[in-house]
């Protein structure tokens, strides 16, 4: 009782650290309950089982104010164990909340229950919410909001007169929780059917000559609207138009960016992008389409689905009768926009060039130069499963498939007994963890054509001598405070494809992006040093790389990770360790009460420890 008084007094001075729960800010506690339960919904003449929170697809959305705190119960009565991952959210100083399962928490099994209490300093814009397990985002999802503590006006744009968010969806019709277990099966015909828009299908589908119902967007003429738009599929970059009308883009993953006229926007799993729309065309109505690229053959080819909208003016009873005619007459005749091919790659590298920051509303300065730097290749490549020693055509004909950094695949070995952050917060030692780590290198263990097109045809001799996988608890651990500058290079090694690289707790600056293999000796120069935007989701190009440098200024484990879900689960993924600073408010608190520790009476004595030591340094005189 006595260490568990000692700890409740740590957390109440733990507030100092966030400004988020201070008292003399009077701020808010947004508290929120989340049922996740599996239920029965019918789409496309098929019932089939989704798990959902609360009932909803997509599920509820956080709605907060910047400085605000947020406590989510999750009442797991899924048959599935669940984590929720915050999407962006800084989580300062606050790694145990993040939910991402054995790296960060237990997960939450079924008929159990999980708090996370959250803080949302410094950051406005939107973020997302979703479930951190193999197949289950595609449901378990919802907008995270932060509004300005000082309300619209605040907004660098015109105060818009709704704002609206746009999730964009995939249906499957299977049983998500299966996903895993048929992919590790190697059943390949496990894709989704169809796409979503606020998890409507849209009349691009119908059920026995029934249309599916399409999401809508009522509008006033001249008013100006806020569209906050999250792709939350498992594995395809979206465009999304809307007919006769253009996009200003004002925020990109909760950072402001110098606001961009286009009339299309690419954004990848993970992302989120903040676009004004003016209801400026002619009454009638407009169809809002969004549609999956893809990388061309020889690349596999997976079905794409487009699904579609509808913005509508709504009709002003004022006005005269021949106008009402007319505006009639428009309204039964949708536009449709021209959307790119489904292979057009060019346009999303076209957009995301045109992004820069807002220098005046960025959250930190880009450091004049990294302290380390580190050249990370992407591709996929093969282990011989079980341990065993494979060769030759034994290796061709026995290998699994993995998705690799510098040629490592992340895996979490099956007896692993605690979270990653326990072992690194109470130094569990290596029996009781189950895992032992292997380092993340600089760079690929041998120097290749990353993208050479040869690379992506399977049982060629290149790719037979490159695919060779380590696979292993990948992690990078970094000292508090240092920049670190990252190109990640996409290959061509048996697919080309994009990856779309997310980084919890941290935001990084986009410095650079480019096709082919990146070179220091040329590309350096072309680094943007002035006004970089700012992601915590950065898109690797097909075939090409990005240039990036965060700060490593929030200690705990955090993990780096393609976010396409196949790559996820195929290895493509790292943990990132930060270690704690020099100072009080530079190291991280104790887990919370409720957070279930590796050898709980040892952690508790740790943190009593931990605190004295706070308190003798806090006492000492300056």
Not at 346 to 353: A, G, I, L, V
Request: overall charge negative; glycine content about 6%.
């Amino acid at each position: 009782m006595k260490i568990q008084r000692v700890l409740a007094t740590f957390t109440m001075a733990a507030i100092v650290f966030f400004p988020a729960t201070a008292l003399p800010m009077a701020v808010s506690v947004i508290e929120h309950t989340f049922v996740v339960s599996q239920v029965n919904m019918t789409h496309l003449c098929m019932e089939t089982p989704v798990t959902v929170v609360n009932g909803q697809l997509p599920g509820p959305m956080i709605n907060v104010t910047e400085g605000d705190s947020v406590v989510v119960h999750v009442i797991n009565k899924s048959p599935s164990n669940i984590t929720i991952h915050w999407h962006g959210v800084r989580q300062w100083l606050n790694c145990w909340a993040d939910g991402v399962p054995m790296i960060t928490q237990y997960p939450i099994l079924p008929n159990h229950n999980f708090t996370y209490r959250l803080n949302v300093t410094g950051q406005e814009g939107t973020l997302w919410w979703h479930a951190h397990v193999p197949g289950l985002r595609a449901t378990l999802h919802g907008a995270f909001i932060i509004r300005p503590r000082h309300g619209a006006n605040s907004y660098p744009f015109p105060k818009p007169h709704k704002e609206v968010p746009i999730i964009i969806g995939d249906w499957w019709k299977m049983d998500l929780t299966l996903l895993e277990k048929h992919f590790k099966k190697e059943i390949v015909d496990d894709l989704p059917v169809a796409a979503t828009i606020n998890g409507k299908i849209g009349d691009l589908h119908n059920c026995s000559g029934v249309v599916e119902d399409g999401y809508v967007l009522d509008v006033e003429p001249g008013k100006i609207y806020l569209l906050r738009i999250i792709n939350a599929v498992l594995f395809s970059e979206y465009y999304l138009k809307i007919a006769g009308h253009k996009f200003t883009v004002v925020a990109a993953d909760a950072n402001y960016v110098k606001p961009y006229t286009t009339d299309v926007i690419a954004v990848a799993p993970g992302e989120t992008v903040d676009a004004l729309v003016v209801a400026n065309a002619s009454p009638g109505r407009y169809y809002m389409v969004a549609l999956p690229n893809q990388a061309p053959l020889p690349d596999p080819q997976i079905p794409v689905f487009a699904t579609r909208g509808m913005v509508q003016y709504k009709h002003d009873h004022d006005h005269g009768e021949e106008e009402e005619e007319e505006g009639a007459l428009s309204s039964n005749v949708p536009l449709l926009p021209e959307m790119p091919d489904q292979h057009d790659t060019m346009t999303s590298f076209y957009f995301r060039s045109n992004l820069t920051s807002l220098p005046e509303r960025q959250r930190g300065q880009l450091p004049a130069q990294a302290d380390e730097s580190m050249f990370i290749t992407l591709g996929l490549g093969s282990f011989c499963p079980r341990g065993r020693s494979c060769s030759g055509i034994y290796w061709r004909n026995h290998s699994v498939a993995a998705a690799t950094m510098n040629n490592a695949s992340f895996h979490l070995p099956t007896d692993m007994a605690v979270p990653l952050l326990d072992v690194q917060y109470c130094h569990c030692n290596s029996t009781s963890s189950g895992v032992e780590l292997y380092t993340l290198p600089d760079k690929p263990p041998r120097a290749f054509n990353y993208t050479d097109p040869v690379l992506a045809q399977w049982d060629t001799r290149k790719s037979l001598l490159l695919e060779r996988t380590r696979r292993a608890t990948v992690v990078r651990r970094f000292r508090y405070g240092m920049v670190v500058d990252m190109v990640f290079q996409s290959t061509s090694l048996l697919q080309s494809d994009a990856n779309p690289m997310h980084l919890h707790g941290h935001d990084m600056f986009v410095l650079a992006q480019g096709h082919g293999n990146y070179d220091a000796a040329r590309d350096v120069a072309r680094y943007n040093l002035v006004d970089p935007p700012m992601r915590n989701t950065v898109m690797v190009p097909r075939v090409g790389w990005v240039a990036i440098r965060f700060v490593a200024d929030n200690p705990g484990v955090w993990f780096m990770h393609c976010h396409y879900e196949f790559h996820l689960m195929m290895g493509m993924a790292a943990v990132f360790i930060v270690e704690d600073g020099p100072t009080l408010d530079s190291v991280l608190p104790p887990p919370p009460v409720n957070h279930p520790m590796c050898d709980h009476v040892n952690c508790l004595m740790e943190n009593e420890l931990f605190l004295r030591d706070s308190e003798a340094t806090t006492s000492s005189p300056a």
